[in-house]
């Protein structure tokens, strides 16, 4: 079936552009997950949808990003006035949602900010 | 916050060699995932371990989880070059709390 999708695939911008990010998730995942990974390094948790409850934005880096989720299936990350430190690639993950699942991610979004 | 060390950082074997990543934690774990990133891909995840001193193997991979659940590992034998990648744990507390992940470059 169908993975999790993302899009773009890639995204250049100019500093102090806003940009937006879409994550199609594997359908019926009630979770959906946004991480960051800078060039080189780990990933960063920054944001957990689980079904209708409220979000968890504790990862979120500053208020210049946010993220929603309409109708419990896409997601939009938007990152506001945009950074130099802002590049890496942001992926975002679904799981059926239940403790101790494993998530599916998909292929990411490149950012560059020049 | 809940912080989970993986060491080595980068590994560089010949091709046949045996390999192991280590991840540690300051406390107790209540599970630990792993996961597999190929260059220029995502990560795709392995395998999930709960219970204190699991083993777990998957063809030529090794997982064990510490008897006191702080501390896990991996372990490839005789590794090929489809194992190059980097090999990252993870404790699933809803969201996942990644460990820095350890680079495998595997020479033919």
């Known amino acids: 079936g169908a993975g999790v999708s993302q899009s773009p695939s890639n995204k250049v911008t100019e500093k102090g552009k806003d940009v937006e990010l879409r994550c199609d998730p594997i359908?019926?995942?009630?979770?959906l997950y946004w991480y960051r990974q800078s060039l080189g390094q780990g990933l960063e948790f920054l944001i957990y949808f689980q079904g209708n409850s409220a979000p968890d934005k504790s990862g979120l880096p500053s208020d210049r990003f946010s993220a929603e989720r309409t109708g419990g299936s896409v997601s939009t990350l938007t990152i506001q006035r945009t950074q130099q430190e802002d590049s890496a690639v942001y992926l975002c993950?679904?799981?059926?949602?239940?403790?101790?699942?494993?998530?599916?991610f998909g292929p990411g979004t490149r950012l560059t900010v020049l | 916050g809940q912080q989970v060390m993986q060491i080595p950082q980068y590994q560089h074997v010949q091709e046949g060699e045996d390999f192991t990543t280590y991840c540690n934690s300051s406390?107790?774990?209540?599970?630990i995932q792993w996961y597999k990133q190929r260059p220029g891909g995502h990560p795709v995840f392995l395998i999930q371990?709960?219970?204190?001193?699991e083993v777990k193997k998957q063809k030529r991979l090794t997982f064990q989880f510490g008897e006191a659940k702080k501390n896990s590992s991996l372990h490839i034998t005789a590794t090929q070059t489809t194992d190059v990648g980097t090999y990252f744990c993870?404790?699933?507390?809803?969201?996942?709390?990644f460990g820095t992940g350890t680079r495998l470059q595997v020479f033919p």
């Open positions: 359908s019926g995942h009630t979770a």
């Open positions: 406390t107790t774990l209540s599970n």
């Open positions: 371990l709960v219970k204190s001193g």
């Open positions: 993870a404790l699933n507390t809803d969201k996942l709390i």
């Open positions: 993950a679904s799981s059926p949602g239940h403790a101790y699942n494993e998530q599916f």
